[in-house]
């Protein structure tokens, strides 16, 4: 195996299955971990896959050792004959092809193993994944920044031009009431001077004349002057008016695609990260952060153009005109940034707390709701209070049509919560004591399991909205949820809810899931699972070791589907437990019982008897390995290596490691010398004699250890010995009344 590709098994398996799909274009990743030497051996980036000159020389080669040896290695494989006859009929003629998608794999192996090395999905810090995704929400909103400034430029510019109409406007009787005192004066003097005799007339007269005859003209060629420009600038007005109104519609519909993306892509899309995180995958904070930030900015616009609409109308009041026929309107405008706000505040009123997955009668549980766009909603004049609720699956999917009816809805202890501004502005509203009270169940569906039926909590407020008071309340539903009434329908709840939270697109009719999935994305849900319960993940062989209790052995899942059934409902072959029982039940016992010695790999897992015995087959004697067991619920069983072969224990149970933890089973027993490969129990188990939680606390008492000594007789028969030990040791225990051995202890001393 490659050193890349080493370092490749190791990252993520959320990560492999990535990498499993982008292989899956050119040939099986099998093939991959075959040739993985050879292939990371040669030259692939000296080679231009655009370079028809290098098709003979260098990509065709390339091609032809591959196929090679994978003839070769089909002779022992008869699976890699399928792949052989693909990857020839697709590249064969096509060679520089074949370089181009191998180049784009191992560089995607590459970006894997980087985002792999710092938090899982980024490498990014917390900081730069803000100002990133900051960034790209200045240049999506690019346009509408445009559009804003010009209208603000336009209502200046409209403002200025009505001042200068309302002055023009002011000045016109003023000037025709100076031109009609002119007229009215130069017809009196002519009739004057006409009365008069013409040798009376003089010079002095006729220029009185012809200056009034001037002063007049000048009046009237003012007041033409003052009918056009006030003609002229109705129209610029006019235009003016049409321009802003149109750059508005612009504006406004620019602003609803980016709304509808936000709120039916964005935002859909976190609440879907949101639920898988139910199942243990952690979710980046910083996405609900730059969620946030552009619900500001696109309601910040929402607002502003409401306001512009408001300023425009403004200024069209203080022109003393009649609007004309076809002038712009902006009701339809205004109408429809009041319903986006109201769309806005709709859709972002979200649960960012979800409650458990499963919800047990009578017990205390947390959820918390955020409005994003609480803000800038000036809520703070009337904080709301928040009402929680439990509805059904057939509650649940009336919630958004006129058929819900909020009286036949239940309610929960403790379901009030006012709403607090933090005092980073978050809109938050907290729900700590929670409780499921005096519930009853419904019919069930035809073959329905308590522990099937799904449930969510509704959250309901009102608010108001500036001038816009919003009828229609406030409401958010929480991801489903299983209710039980007993600790043993927890496990097939839990299988329930984490497959619906897993597998469930967005949007869906609630709550429909897939009847069946791929392997490889079951194998995501369980490394999450086991990962989160237990601190370590599981490997690919790990995974692969479960798939071939599903599916039996073979090289390759990738083709393989999980039904429902198969996953949690059906018994495993030669088995009475299903595959979730398995499961479930060792990552109890290993958060419970076995947390250090996992996190500390010093347990390898899900492997088979027959992997154990392959590994150990050439150690010393006194080897051992840790392995958990398929062949009872929730064990954790020893192979260890002896003179005469690899030998296994029968299965350590939850209640046995109860009793006595895995390290001090291991320390009591001699012949267990070395945690495989060859590490000396002591260093490895001596310092952690305790798996269970600690706690900072010191007893009073002393703790008081009891350990049992089982010997034989005949040392040789090992095989038989150990069998008889185990059974041995467990009848004692289970037939000893300590508290009287102890008694009689203490009286004999």
């Known amino acids: 195996m490659s050193q890349q590709w080493a370092q490749v098994q190791e990252i993520p398996v959320e ?6 799909s982008r292989y899956a274009e050119i040939f099986p990743i099998q093939i991959r971990d075959c040739f993985s030497v050879w292939i990371d051996e040669k030259p692939w980036n000296q080679i231009d896959e655009n370079d028809d000159s290098h098709r003979n020389s260098y990509a065709l080669p390339l091609l032809q050792g591959l196929l090679q040896l ?6 022992v494989i008869p699976e890699f004959k399928e792949c052989l006859i693909s990857i020839e009929n697709k590249y064969i003629n096509e060679p520089l092809n074949f370089v181009r998608d191998m180049k784009i794999c191992l560089k995607y192996e590459e970006q894997l193993l980087t985002a792999s090395k710092s938090s899982i999905i980024t490498t990014q810090s917390h900081d730069e994944c803000i100002e990133g995704n900051i960034l790209q929400m200045l240049e999506e909103f690019n346009n509408l920044n445009g559009w804003d400034a010009a209208i603000d430029g336009g209502l200046k510019e409209f403002k200025k031009k009505q001042e200068e109409f309302v002055i023009l406007l002011r000045e016109l009787p003023i000037v025709t009431a100076h031109f009609k005192k002119a007229e009215q004066d130069i017809n009196e003097r002519v009739a004057e001077v006409e009365n008069l005799k013409p040798d009376v007339l003089n010079q002095d007269d006729m220029d009185a004349i012809v200056k009034l005859h001037e002063e007049g003209e000048k009046t009237r060629s003012r007041k033409e002057f003052i009918i056009q420009h006030l003609q002229k600038s109705i129209r610029s007005i006019w235009d003016l008016v049409n321009i802003i109104v149109q750059t508005l519609q612009l504006s406004v519909e620019e602003l609803t695609q980016i709304q509808q993306t936000f709120l039916d892509t964005d935002l859909l899309k976190w609440k879907h990260k949101q639920q898988i995180a139910c199942n243990g995958v952690s979710l980046d904070s910083s996405i609900l952060q730059y969620l946030q930030k552009k619900c500001e900015k696109i309601q910040t616009l929402i607002v502003k153009n409401i306001q512009n609409i408001q300023k425009l109308e403004e200024i069209l009041q203080l022109l003393p005109l009649e609007n004309p026929e076809n002038s712009p309107t902006t009701t339809s405008v205004q109408q429809r940034l009041a319903h986006l706000l109201v ?13 458990p997955q499963v919800l047990r009668k009578d017990n205390k549980f947390e959820a918390s709701v955020s409005l994003l766009a609480g803000k800038t909603l000036n809520v703070q004049s009337r904080l709301p209070t928040v009402h929680a609720y439990i509805l059904t699956e057939a509650q649940a999917r009336t919630v958004h049509t006129n058929k819900f009816d909020m009286s036949t809805i239940r309610d929960l202890l403790n379901n009030k919560s006012t709403v607090e ?7 938050q509203a907290k729900f700590k004591n929670l409780v499921l009270k005096d519930f009853k169940r419904e019919s069930r569906k035809g073959g329905q399991r308590i522990a099937e039926e799904k449930y969510c909590i509704l959250f309901e407020t009102k608010i108001k909205i500036g001038e816009f008071d919003l009828q229609t309340p406030l409401l958010a539903l929480s991801v489903p949820v299983i209710i039980t009434s007993h600790v043993n329908q ?11 939270h897993q597998f469930s697109s967005q949007p869906r009719t609630l709550f429909e899931v897939p009847s069946s999935v791929a392997w490889y994305d079951l194998a995501i849900l369980l490394n999450a699972k086991f990962k989160h319960e237990t601190g370590r993940g599981l490997t690919d062989d790990h995974l692969n070791y479960l798939a071939s209790k599903l599916f039996g052995e073979s090289s390759n899942y990738a083709s393989c589907h999980v039904t429902f059934n198969m996953f949690c409902k059906d018994n495993l072959r030669n088995h009475e437990f299903t595959f979730w029982d398995l499961f479930y039940s060792t990552m109890r016992v290993t958060k419970d019982h076995l947390y250090v010695a996992w996190n500390e790999g010093n347990i390898a897992g899900f492997i088979s008897k027959a992997k154990a015995e392959m590994c150990m087959k050439d150690s010393s004697p006194g080897n051992f390995i840790c392995r958990f067991s398929a062949s009872l619920l929730g064990g954790v069983s020893i192979s260890y290596s002896r003179d005469n072969g690899v030998h296994h224990t029968s299965p350590f149970t939850c209640k046995d490691l109860q009793i006595r933890s895995l390290p001090l089973l291991i320390m009591d027993t001699p012949k267990w010398t070395h945690l495989y490969p060859n590490k000396p129990k002591e260093h490895i188990f001596g310092t952690n004699s305790d798996d269970s939680p600690k706690t900072d606390g010191k007893s009073e008492y002393e703790k008081f250890i009891w350990t049992i000594k089982m010997s034989s007789s005949e040392d040789e028969r090992e095989d038989i010995t150990d069998q008889e030990c185990d059974a041995a040791l467990m009848e004692f225990i289970a037939g000893t009344d300590f508290d009287k051995l102890l008694k009689e202890d203490f009286e004999m001393r």
């Open 15 to 20: 990560f492999l299955s990535k990498l499993r």
């Open 70 to 75: 994978i003839q070769n290695k089909a002779k």
């Open 343 to 355: 769309d806005l505040a709709c859709g972002t009123f979200i649960v960012e707390q979800q409650p």
């Open 421 to 427: 501004i933090l005092p980073s502005g978050k809109v």
């Open 490 to 500: 927890e496990c097939q709840a839990l299988a329930t809810i984490s497959w619906d």
